[in-house]
């Protein structure tokens, strides 16, 4: 089946690197999807959006005298493999990237064996966090929200690195529960998922969980109609495994461990699943998104392009079996095999099988044809949240002020 990307995607969209580098201002690529309100009863619960800590850097008069749309709200996602930073404002319904920030960490190395963050994987992080920390000054940033997940909520030192960060770049991270990281990632990336009826799903393979959420399309955002967490990422699985063999016999073995210790940690999510799947094949089969590195990785090697580009992935469709394919070719070559791949490299050469195992498991509970890519999540998600709040508060202040109008 050929490949699906929607039309002028490639011609809207820069990728972050450029963002970086030039400062440039671009649509996200977000033409139908507009800032959702409040969430649909049925969602993902999370904290209430007016408890969630959310630093306020300008003013208050400030924000007060400010149009909506010239104000700039940022998200900092913390992950175990990853830590990157969104800056953008409002655009209509829509909003403009006007910074972007995105560094691999490995805050989680080790963690599996020892059960805390190590000072080098810390360091690592505050140095990344320092770098988002002026990207926040210089872009003169409204509201932020910074989160932690999974290695922070693992992590038994997890408590004292969320202060030296404090301490350190000033910057407050929230530590979320799973819960709330699907909701997140669920808001940031669902409009990219193919248009059709009935049950959906959408996951998020990360570096030491996975997110699968089953969803119902509804008029703004999704209806949640069940979702699993498991502690299985691209770091968690690949250090809780042996290391990779010398032949390709043994590096095959040890991905056929990998997928069984995931299918078991899936089991009870998959009956539950098996149920909603029927429904699914009313209308039309089941339809599936990924938003991670696995997949965006995956559908590079796909597309054959010779370096990264997020134009060219985000909101492609790729038939689930071109990626079945990938999956086992690359599961049985060697890392520095792997290492010379183009989109892979060397970041991610000793990760992806592991990835590539998830999203196998993932396949076998919901058989899509079609396997929709997001370059975008719980950052996304997190600026949706903020500024449909912003919104909703300014609408709720300008019917006070008519209504005080009226009644005099």
């Not at 989160?147 to 038994?156: D, G, M, N, Y």
């Amino acid at each position: 089946m050929a490949d699906d990307i929607p039309p002028g995607w490639r011609q809207e969209v820069r990728s972050e690197r450029d963002d970086a580098q030039t400062g440039a201002t671009k649509p996200h690529n977000d033409a139908q999807f507009p800032i959702a309100d409040t969430p649909e009863p049925g969602g993902l619960t999370g904290e209430p959006e007016a408890r969630q800590p959310i630093a306020r850097l300008r003013g208050e008069s400030d924000w007060h005298g400010a149009a909506l749309h010239k104000l700039a709200y940022a998200a900092i996602d913390l992950g175990t493999n990853n830590c990157r930073l969104l800056i953008a404002r409002p655009a209509g319904e829509n909003f403009v990237v006007v910074d972007a920030f995105s560094r691999v960490v490995r805050l989680g190395e080790g963690l599996a064996q020892t059960g805390v963050l190590s000072q080098e994987a810390m360091d690592r992080a505050v140095g990344a966090l320092q770098v988002c920390a002026d990207k926040l000054r210089r872009r003169n940033v409204h509201l932020a929200r910074s989160v932690a997940t999974e290695a922070c909520r693992r992590a038994s030192n997890g408590a004292e690195f969320i202060e030296r960060v404090r301490h350190e770049t000033g910057i407050a991270l929230d530590v979320i529960s799973a819960e709330e990281e699907a909701r997140l990632a669920v808001l940031g990336c669902h409009i990219l998922l193919e248009p059709g009826l009935g049950p959906a799903m959408i996951f998020d393979i990360g570096g030491g969980s996975t997110e699968l959420v089953l969803i119902e399309s509804g008029p703004t955002v999704p209806r949640i109609l069940d979702w699993q967490s498991v502690p299985w990422g691209v770091v968690s699985l690949t250090e809780s495994c042996e290391p990779e063999g010398e032949t390709r016999e043994a590096r095959l073995g040890r991905y056929a461990k990998m997928r069984e210790i995931v299918s078991d940690s899936f089991a009870d999510f998959a009956a539950r699943a098996a149920v909603v799947r029927e429904a699914a094949h009313e209308h039309g089969g089941p339809r599936l998104l990924g938003t991670s590195g696995t997949v965006t990785t995956l559908a590079s090697v796909h597309l054959d392009l010779p370096q990264y580009d997020r134009r060219a992935v985000d909101g492609l469709n790729v038939p689930a079996e071109s990626m079945r394919e990938i999956s086992s070719r690359l599961s049985g070559l060697s890392p520095a095999e792997r290492r010379e791949l183009p989109c892979i490299g060397r970041e991610r050469a000793d990760l992806v099988v592991a990835g590539c195992a998830i999203l196998e498991a993932i396949l076998d509970l919901w058989p899509a044809e079609r396997l929709g890519v997001a370059d975008r999540g719980i950052r996304e998600g997190i600026l949706r949240s903020m500024m449909s709040s912003a919104s909703l508060g300014e609408r709720t202040r300008q019917a006070l002020r008519q209504r005080g109008r009226t009644c005099v």
